[in-house]
């Protein structure tokens, strides 16, 4: 069953975490609200990693972004959600398609996926992503975010760096045509990322998919066509 289009529902009764000795006031919070997230649950019944292979699932539904046979690169990966829907969705068991996974956190093998464990932030880690890839990406994704502070400035500006060092990279790598996403949080640093988009892309918009909690600001930046010559103004930039 395609994780995108699964019906989630509950039974309608929350479930209650008591605050224990060893585990503070938001540790219990997110307990609780891990014990009461439908995609939680869904996604432990269908075998994913995380809930948050909806996201990209809901992603590809809305975009079209994933077709049998592509290569695709996917950054911040762990534990390996996405990665086990670009699998599913490019075919990559029975077809020439490519999956090349990386993140600073240790990630249990996904095959036929290449998995990389490094931090996409050192100097050589472009070099490696490369040499794994062999070849053009037709899609670069980007789930990378770095700790929060609960400093919401702070936290815009440390994941919008994020996106624009994922950005450098797919303009490196990035078939004609192709298309790169990445996790941003909206606001005035992120202008000059999409600046750059408008300019690279055919298409540019944001899209929240369902899988993202309500209370998140986190919205996903979908840029597709790319441009191997960039200048071009004839771009369609929408919200969703």
């Known amino acids: 069953m395609r994780p995108g289009s699964v019906k989630l529902s509950n039974n309608g009764l929350a479930v209650r975490v008591k605050t224990a000795k060893s585990r503070d006031l938001a540790s219990t919070l997110w307990l609780e609200r891990q014990l009461n997230d439908p995609y939680v649950a869904e996604a432990k019944k269908l075998?994913?990693?995380?809930?948050?292979?909806f996201k990209l699932a809901q992603l590809d539904d809305k975009c079209r972004l994933l077709?049998?046979?592509?290569?695709?690169?996917?950054?911040?990966?762990?534990?390996?959600?996405?990665?086990?829907?670009?699998?599913?969705?490019?075919?990559?068991?029975?077809?020439?398609?490519?999956?090349?996974a990386l993140d600073?956190?240790?990630?249990?093998?996904?095959?036929?996926?290449?998995?990389?464990?490094?931090?996409?932030?050192?100097?050589?880690?472009p070099a490696i992503l490369k040499k794994a890839l062999d070849g053009e990406a037709d899609l670069v994704l980007s789930d990378m975010a770095a700790p929060t502070t609960g400093h919401r400035e702070t936290d815009h500006i440390r994941i919008i760096a994020l996106a624009e060092v994922a950005y450098e990279f797919?303009?490196?790598?990035?078939?004609?045509?192709?298309?790169?996403?990445?996790?941003?949080?909206?606001?005035?640093?992120?202008?000059?990322?999409?600046?750059?988009?408008?300019?690279?892309?055919?298409?540019?918009r944001h899209v929240k998919p369902p899988a993202s909690r309500a209370g998140s600001a986190e919205v996903y930046v979908v840029a597709q066509g790319f441009r191997k010559l960039p200048g071009s103004s004839d771009v369609d930039v929408s919200s969703t």
């Open 104 to 125: 600073i956190l240790p990630m249990d093998p996904v095959p036929p996926a290449i998995v990389l464990h490094l931090d996409f932030l050192k100097d050589n880690a």
């Open 47 to 53: 075998g994913y990693r995380s809930r948050a292979a």
């Open 67 to 100: 077709k049998p046979g592509m290569r695709v690169v996917d950054l911040g990966a762990a534990p390996g959600g996405w990665t086990q829907v670009a699998i599913e969705r490019t075919k990559a068991l029975t077809s020439n398609a490519k999956i090349v």
């Open 170 to 204: 797919a303009t490196e790598v990035l078939a004609p045509g192709g298309t790169f996403v990445a996790k941003v949080f909206q606001g005035g640093s992120e202008k000059d990322l999409l600046t750059r988009l408008k300019q690279d892309f055919v298409t540019v």
